[in-house]
């Protein structure tokens, strides 16, 4: 009987012990799941402060390329629209070297790897690289980053640019989570630095002079392109 109880026993406290292990493992993924979406949140939230404010296309993008690749702590990276055509302009870097920087600004409907994941609609993570594709620039020289991930931006379901970023280490899930979660947003911010140029652009052509600018000023510029505002409009669409 002794011997039965302590069989019995044994198996209780072995059924115990592994139901404390799952139980911690339900946790410790719980926990993990939460620090992801935080982590995720607060990229977010600070890559639209980072845009905030940035109307023009040239610092806007600059400012949300920068915020990406250091929030996922990548090492080298480019960022380029969709024109209307469908090629595909550089509009800003970081972490290029000089060789590299003026080169490859345009990409034709399907051209390289940035066009490849336009012409597939997919985002891209790639590990083995052209020779030469590209290079980082740092104080210990030039070398080539281990893992590439391109990312198209949309903005009302339409491809209007893609991100590219380069890394001396692999890729995290929660990276490319990271660069699904904001594509809207950066399309839809690409979108209107877009819509507002071709505003500019109109209003330049109806007022007969080389720049008018859209933000308020006291200026007869400013009070011009309030009036003019719906006919550029119009004209723009």
Not at 20 to 43: I, N, V
Not at 47 to 65: E, I, N, S
Not at 114 to 137: N, T
């Amino acid at each position: 009987v002794s011997g039965m109880l302590a069989y019995f026993g044994r198996r209780d406290l072995v059924g115990l012990s592994t139901s404390y292990g799952k139980a911690m493992d339900q946790q410790r993924a719980h926990t993990d799941l939460l620090e992801s979406q935080s982590w995720l949140r607060t990229g977010q939230s600070e890559l639209g402060v980072a845009m905030a404010g940035h109307h023009a296309m040239a610092p806007m993008a600059q400012a949300t390329l920068d915020h990406v690749t250091r929030y996922l702590d990548g090492l080298v990276a480019a960022m380029y629209v969709r024109e209307d055509g469908g090629t595909l302009r550089r509009v800003a870097t970081y972490g290029f070297a000089e060789a590299w920087a003026g080169q490859n600004q345009v990409f034709q409907p399907g051209e390289s790897l940035v066009g490849q994941a336009v012409r597939e609609d997919r985002m891209l993570a790639l590990d083995e690289l052209p020779p030469d594709y590209i290079k980082v620039s740092s104080g210990l020289g030039r070398s080539a980053p281990r893992q590439l991930v391109i990312a198209p931006f949309r903005n009302e379901g339409e491809i209007n640019g893609v991100i590219e970023i380069g890394f001396l280490h692999e890729t995290a899930p929660r990276d490319l989570e990271f660069l699904q979660l904001v594509n809207e947003g950066v399309g839809a911010a690409v979108a209107a630095a877009k819509y507002r140029q071709r505003l500019q652009e109109s209003l330049a052509e109806i007022c007969g002079l080389p720049h008018v600018s859209l933000q308020p000023s006291a200026g007869s510029h400013g009070e011009l392109a309030g009036l003019l505002l719906t006919r550029a409009y119009h004209a723009a669409i």
